[in-house]
């Protein structure tokens, strides 16, 4: 039962990656259904939550409390709050605005960890201890047992458009339509009239990624990731889903014009830069 949801989850990480590849080469596009996880799979086994509960209380409670409500004895000396589990409410997702996430989700999350945040990476401890982990995690909120949550639509990525001028002109143009420059600034550096005054969910200040710069995203190491993230939105954040108001197309090109404002050069000249700096 728990390999059986591994190997699904497992395969749900990866399918849209190879969706899009595939209708790419034969130019055709998918008629296929969307794909959707139904329903509630249930408890996971008593010794797969013991483990994770026994690898949560080491790894985890410290931060996110030892009843997932986000009161460890650390996060009072964090600036930026650890999650509360108990709301069943998480950013990073493949699943549509307001959805809960799929195992995999979470265990993506464990294992890259949210850069620039005290989110770490658990990309060390071992993978079965980590969905172990993903198991108990979601035993904090109710919501992964009500059937009335289900189902959940797993994001389509469509057919990807490969960056080229034309499609980051197009981006430009959407990126503007759309009003992301009100919140992440005209040019891209989180500075826009709307930065300074949002909150989360939870009642925390949050601040508008700089999309010109690598080292502020905490989610996105790829222009993949950008499609993802607006189009699923980031839930209980003011980062909202434009996954109906703009197509599949439309959405590749803004995600390369938005994947593009990172000035990649520049990053590895200072890189070099500061190499440099100390060898001197
Ligand atoms: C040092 C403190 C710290 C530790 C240890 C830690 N976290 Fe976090 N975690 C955070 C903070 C802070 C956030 C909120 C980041 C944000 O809002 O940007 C977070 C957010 C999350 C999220 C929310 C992601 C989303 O999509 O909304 C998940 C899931 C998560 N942590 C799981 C875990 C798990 C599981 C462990 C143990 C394996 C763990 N964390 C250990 C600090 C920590
Ligand atoms: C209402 C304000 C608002 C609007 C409008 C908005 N965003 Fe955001 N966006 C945010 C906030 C706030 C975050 C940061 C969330 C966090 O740090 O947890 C964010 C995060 C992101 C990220 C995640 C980067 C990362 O990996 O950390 C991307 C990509 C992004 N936005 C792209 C866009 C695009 C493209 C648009 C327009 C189509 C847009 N946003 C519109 C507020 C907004």
Redesign the pocket.
């Known amino acids: 039962m728990f390999l059986q949801t591994l190997t699904v989850a497992a395969a749900i990480g990866l399918s849209g990656l190879a969706l899009s590849v595939q209708t790419q080469d034969n130019g055709t596009q998918s008629n296929s259904t969307p794909t959707q996880i139904l329903a509630p799979e249930g408890p996971a086994p008593a010794d797969v939550l013991a483990r994770g509960k026994e690898?949560?209380g080491i790894?985890?409670?410290?931060?996110?409390g030892l009843n997932g409500k986000?009161d460890?004895p650390?996060?009072a000396n964090?600036q930026?709050?650890?999650?509360d589990?108990t709301r069943g409410?998480?950013?990073?997702?493949s699943t549509a605005s307001g959805e809960l996430?799929t195992d995999y989700?979470?265990y993506h999350?464990?294992t890259r960890?949210?850069h620039d945040?005290?989110?770490?990476s658990?990309a060390q401890?071992r993978p079965e201890d980590?969905w172990a982990?993903?198991q108990y995690?979601k035993t904090f909120s109710p919501r992964f047992e009500d059937s009335t949550e289900y189902p959940l639509d797993i994001l389509d990525v469509g057919n990807q458009i490969l960056p080229s001028p034309q499609s980051l002109a197009r981006g430009r143009q959407l990126y503007l339509e759309m009003q992301c420059a009100n919140c992440h600034g005209i040019n891209g550096e989180g500075n826009g009239p709307a930065a300074n005054t949002l909150s989360?969910d939870f009642g925390?200040p949050?601040h508008p990624t700089d999309l010109t710069n690598y080292s502020d995203f905490?989610?996105a190491r790829n222009v993949l990731d950008v499609f993802r993230i607006f189009s699923t939105g980031?839930?209980?954040?003011p980062m909202p889903s434009f996954q109906q108001s703009l197509s599949d197309t439309d959405r590749w090109n803004l995600a390369n014009y938005v994947w593009s404002l990172q000035d990649v050069n520049q990053y590895m000249d200072n890189q070099i830069d500061s190499n440099f700096a100390k060898r001197k």
Not at 89 to 93: C, K, L, T
Not at 234 to 237: F, K, Q
């Open positions: 690898m949560y790894s985890c409670a410290p931060c996110h986000g460890g650390i996060a964090l930026i709050k650890p999650r589990f409410i998480y950013m990073n997702r996430p989700d979470i999350t464990i960890g949210l945040t005290p989110m770490p658990f401890m980590r982990i993903v995690v989360d925390n949050i905490k989610f980031l839930n209980g954040t």
